[in-house]
């Protein structure tokens, strides 16, 4: 049996009974493991029950503001909003719940993501610019690297079926982020303080993630930063790390060789990772259209 037969039966296998998964089994259901999950078994197209369970499990659980919380028990939408909207873009459902959650993403911008903002910011030398805009974890607190992707990812999926301006600019404000927040070394960390991320090296998944965020096959102002995740694609410490680069850079069109040998997925995070980079490599983008 192929190794994503064997991942895509042990995933299903961990679906809890109503619909929704847990990061470890048999714990209650939440937003990001049943939008990830998803995602990974919908990269095919199919349509069956079991998939259907978990769309109605996030729709179900769309909050009145438009966005998700991390799970029930929370109540306050977050960055997993963008990981819902993304689920629910690749299956084709209800674009009125897709746009909702856009709706908040775009809701949570601060004000330096005008474009007045970015303007008066470009004309300022590099060393004095202090971009700040992109996407906190949670309403109201710093940005970082990672929700900012998902959020440019799921606003970017509907970008095409709407000309509302909010949205593109909310994508370029988030990437001129991303671009401030770039490490020494071309790649990305965590984010949160320019200071920081200037003075720091990249962090392999991070850097991979990024890559996502910004249009396939771009010039020489992100030749580094595809250099430094092929850099730390030639020894990855770990699957996350692993499966984010290929998926980063297979969204680029860079060729890249398997080297999953040494490596085991031991939680569901790493089954979904897998699966979604098994079929970025194969030509597919499951994460960006």
């Not at 999950?37 to 069956?48: F, I, K, P, Q």
């Not at 977050?78 to 709706?103: F, I, N, Y």
Request: glycine content about 8%.
């Amino acid at each position: 049996m192929q190794e994503v037969e064997i991942l895509e039966q042990r995933l299903r296998a961990a679906q809890n009974s109503d619909g929704g998964w847990s990061y470890h089994g048999g714990g209650k259901s939440w937003t990001e493991p049943t939008a990830m999950s998803l995602l990974a078994l919908s990269v095919r197209g199919r349509t069956d029950a079991e998939l259907n369970r978990a769309r109605h499990w996030l729709l179900d659980r769309q909050r009145a503001d438009g966005g998700w919380a991390p799970n029930p028990v929370v109540d306050t939408s977050t960055w997993v909003t963008s990981l819902a909207v993304l689920a629910l873009q690749r299956a084709g459902w209800p674009m009125k719940a897709r746009k909702a959650g856009c709706e908040w993403l775009v809701g949570q911008a601060p004000a330096t993501n005008s474009w007045l903002y970015r303007l008066l910011e470009k004309l300022q030398p590099a060393s004095a610019r202090t971009t700040q805009g992109g996407t906190p974890w949670y309403p109201g607190t710093a940005a970082w690297i990672g929700p900012t992707v998902f959020s440019v990812l799921a606003l970017r999926s509907l970008s095409e079926n709407t000309s509302d301006y909010r949205i593109q600019e909310f994508i370029e404000a988030s990437r001129d982020y991303l671009l401030s927040r770039r490490c020494k070394d071309g790649g990305w960390n965590h984010g949160g303080s320019r200071y920081r991320s200037e003075n720091s090296w990249s962090y392999p998944e991070m850097t991979g993630l990024a890559l996502l965020a910004f249009p396939p096959n771009p010039g020489e102002w992100l030749r580094k930063s595809v250099a430094r995740a092929q850099e730390h694609l030639a020894a990855p410490e770990s699957m996350q790390a692993l499966c984010w680069l290929q998926v980063g850079l297979a969204y680029h069109n860079i060729t890249i060789a398997d080297v999953s040998d040494s490596l085991a997925c031991r939680t569901y995070e790493d089954v979904w990772l897998r699966l979604l980079a098994l079929r970025a490599t194969r030509g597919e983008r499951p994460l960006a259209q």
